[in-house]
């Protein structure tokens, strides 16, 4: 049995999220890559890590974190490392990954950039009734069934 397609109205609903998503992240990630030099996925990885508290975390706690695969992480965090903006450690037969003083670094001065960016690109475009039923919506979606 065929499955049925997306009808015309569906198929514009979906390319409007996905063209959604990928201009405002893109345009989020080239504001801090020009600014830093930190890709997108360096700067999610860094400020996970420095929002556990110590700047250190359980490496398959960050993949889930991340909401990446395993081999993923495990590719970005080896040319983070060769950056030195993190290093991994054993700790009772478990990878930790921990943010370095560069890393750190990075970090900091990236923040306010994206912060400035996600205002100029999401924020500011949107009302204050926009953004309520973005978060409702995204909460929505973001569940699992």
Do not use: Y
């Not at 860094?46 to 929002?51: C, D, I, P, V």
């Not at 370095?100 to 900091?108: D, I, N, S």
């Not at 990236?110 to 995204?138: C, G, Y």
């Amino acid at each position: 049995m065929i499955p049925k397609l997306l009808s015309p109205r569906e198929l514009r609903i979906w390319h409007a999220f996905m063209l959604m998503n990928q201009d405002v992240l893109g345009r989020v990630d080239r504001d801090i890559a020009q600014a830093t030099g930190l890709s997108g996925p360096e700067f999610g990885v860094l400020s996970r890590l420095a929002g556990c508290g110590k700047g250190e975390m359980r490496q398959q706690g960050l993949a889930s974190l991340m909401g990446w695969e395993k081999s993923r992480l495990s590719h970005q965090l080896t040319r983070m490392q060769e950056r030195g903006l993190i290093q991994r450690k054993v700790v009772e037969r478990a990878t930790h990954v921990v943010l370095t003083q560069t890393g750190r670094e990075k970090l900091e001065s990236a923040r306010p950039i994206h912060a400035e960016s996600v205002r100029r690109n999401l924020l500011s475009r949107l009302s204050a009734e926009q953004i309520d039923t973005l978060v409702r919506v995204s909460n929505i979606l973001g569940d699992e069934e």
